[in-house]
Structure formats: structure tokens, C-alpha cells
């Protein structure tokens, strides 16, 4: 439960005492459901899954604050917090939940030095989201399309509730307030909304609009190569000049080459999944790794002590 009346539900895999906790952080209209592919090969290795619904999304509610990035990085710090235990921590934010990690370093950068994570930003920015992601003829097709729910969305806020509730239970715009999701696991994407207002929606969405972390990430820049930048090749919603951009924001950061053939989903992408499934991997790898030799060591001189 956060401050304003938030209930942010979290789903675990994994050893309940390993040395290394890894924390997924959902994108926009999505749920935890969408890391479910590296959960189960993270907890394989035997480190710590955590993954929770962003507030308004999945089971999560939303709580009296206003739905803002900034509120969405307050939340991951609040997440850290409550299921990290000391110890190494890995962080990994796709999309809108990337914008959430950035959001924690600007505002909380005391919390970054203190944990030192490791850190992947999947298909996320620096800056506010665009409607429209380049400008090839396809992109100004795509931004109108955009546009024609978009703007609806944030105008007129009840009136889309009224379509919404007239929509087929399985459309992902559906809205079911009243709906319940029984089963341990996060709800499908395609559930992001199912209980979610449209109002808080077009708050959230305006917030992505307007949003900036540029010129204060200084904090993740002193991780250097413990943070990793992953993107697709054919990612439309946050485009390479973007992607470019946060780069520019964290120069000592390791930038990965596009996947070939990946759009924006990257974690659920059919391609490329792997590639963010094979960074997260790595980093637990070496995480857990440096927390053993730290567990040895600190047996060593308490055997010297005794």
C-alpha cells in the first residue's frame, strides 16, 4: 500500500532467500504478465523475481494521486524498498516502467547510490512520448491513427467509458470495474485496463507527454556498464533518435545495437525476448556471482575472528 491509498500488487519467483533480487518494471496498458518469459528463466537461475502490476494496471489500483511518471518512479522506490532485501539488486524497466527507473534516479538519487543496482532501460526515453516516431509516410499514418483514440481518451473521458463498457469482455479497452483476477499469476496485457477509469488513463498519458529526466541522471551514470540500454530495430513508440538520446544522457552506460527485427515489445517480443532475456540473465549471473564471493569472504573472517 503507498502513501495515497495505492494497492500495488506484486507477484514473486524464486527462492524466497536468494542472494540477488531482480525487479521488472511493466510499460504503458501492460501488466507484470509481460516479463513472464524472464521470469521464469531468471528464477531458473535461482535469484529473487519481482514483478508488480504499475498502479491503474493489472490488479493494482489507483490509489488518490494524480497517475504521473514522477508517481511511478515513487512507487518503484516504494517497491525496492519493501521486497529488496540487502544485498544486490537488478532493476530492469521496459517502456513506461523504464521512464519509472529514470524517474527513481532524477528524484531519489540517494537510493541509487546507496544500492548500486544493476540496471537494464528496455525501449524507454529521457523525454516525453511521441505520437508520431518518424517521418516516413508510414509513421504520419500511424501518429493519426494514434491520434483518433488518443485524443478522445483525454477529451472526453466519460463518454469513452460508456463505449468501453459496451465493448466484447475479452477487447483489451473493455472496462469491468467490478472485475476480480483470482489466479496468483498477473493478469494478460490484455487486461491492463480491465478495471481502470479512462480519466486515469488520459492523466497518465498526458504525464507521458510532458515528461523529461534529461540533464539529471547522474546517479546512474556513475554505474557506468552496470547499465545496459536495449532497444528493437522497428520499435515505433520510442523511436532510435530516442533511444540515441538517453545514450547522450548516460555516455558511460553500455549501448546495445538494435535486435534485428524487434518492435517495441521487447520482453514478449517474438524476437526479441531473447536478447532482453539474455542481458537480465547475464546481469543476475554476475550479481549473484559477486554475492557468493561476498558470502565466502565474510565466512572467511568470521572463521579468522572465532
Not at 528463466?41 to 498502479?55: N, W
Not at 556471482?289 to 572465532?306: F, I, N, R, T, V
Request: aromatic share 4%; with cysteine.
Amino acid at each position: 500500500m503507498t502513501d495515497d491509498g495505492a494497492r500495488l500488487t506484486v507477484y514473486t519467483d524464486g527462492p524466497s532467500r536468494a542472494g540477488v533480487t531482480v525487479i521488472l518494471s511493466h510499460g504503458f496498458l501492460m501488466t507484470a504478465d509481460a516479463w513472464r518469459i524472464q521470469a521464469r528463466e531468471l528464477s531458473a537461475l535461482g535469484v529473487r523475481v519481482v514483478r508488480y502490476d504499475q498502479r491503474a494496471h493489472g490488479n493494482s489500483t489507483a490509489g488518490e494521486a494524480a497517475p504521473t511518471v514522477d508517481q511511478l518512479g515513487a512507487d518503484l522506490a516504494d517497491v525496492i524498498n519493501a521486497t529488496a532485501p540487502p544485498g544486490p539488486v537488478v532493476l530492469a524497466g521496459h517502456s513506461m516502467g523504464g521512464m519509472a527507473t529514470l524517474t527513481v534516479a532524477a528524484r531519489r538519487p540517494e537510493l541509487i547510490r546507496s544500492r548500486r543496482p544493476r540496471v537494464a532501460l528496455i525501449s524507454t526515453a529521457c523525454t516525453r512520448a511521441k505520437l508520431v516516431p518518424g517521418n516516413r509516410p508510414l509513421h504520419w499514418a500511424k501518429a493519426a491513427a494514434r491520434a483518433s483514440y488518443s485524443y478522445p481518451v483525454c477529451w472526453l473521458p466519460p463518454a469513452a467509458d460508456v463505449v468501453r463498457q459496451r465493448l466484447p469482455s475479452r477487447h483489451a479497452w473493455a472496462l469491468r470495474p467490478g472485475a476480480e483476477h483470482r489466479d496468483e499469476a498477473p493478469p494478460p496485457s490484455r487486461q491492463a485496463l480491465r478495471r481502470t477509469r479512462t480519466e486515469q488513463i488520459a492523466l497518465l498519458w498526458k504525464s507521458l507527454r510532458t515528461y523529461t529526466t534529461a540533464g539529471r541522471l547522474r546517479s546512474l551514470d556513475e554505474l557506468a556498464d552496470q547499465v545496459e540500454i536495449v532497444t528493437g530495430e522497428l520499435d515505433d513508440w520510442i523511436p532510435l533518435s530516442q533511444t540515441r538520446e538517453l545514450a547522450q544522457q548516460l555516455p558511460n552506460a553500455r549501448l546495445h545495437a538494435p535486435v534485428p527485427g524487434a518492435g517495441h515489445r521487447l520482453p514478449s517480443d517474438r524476437v526479441g525476448h531473447r536478447a532482453v532475456t539474455q542481458v537480465l540473465k547475464r546481469m543476475a549471473e554476475t550479481a549473484l556471482h559477486e554475492s557468493e564471493a561476498a558470502d565466502a569472504q565474510q565466512a572467511h573472517l568470521q572463521g579468522e575472528l572465532a
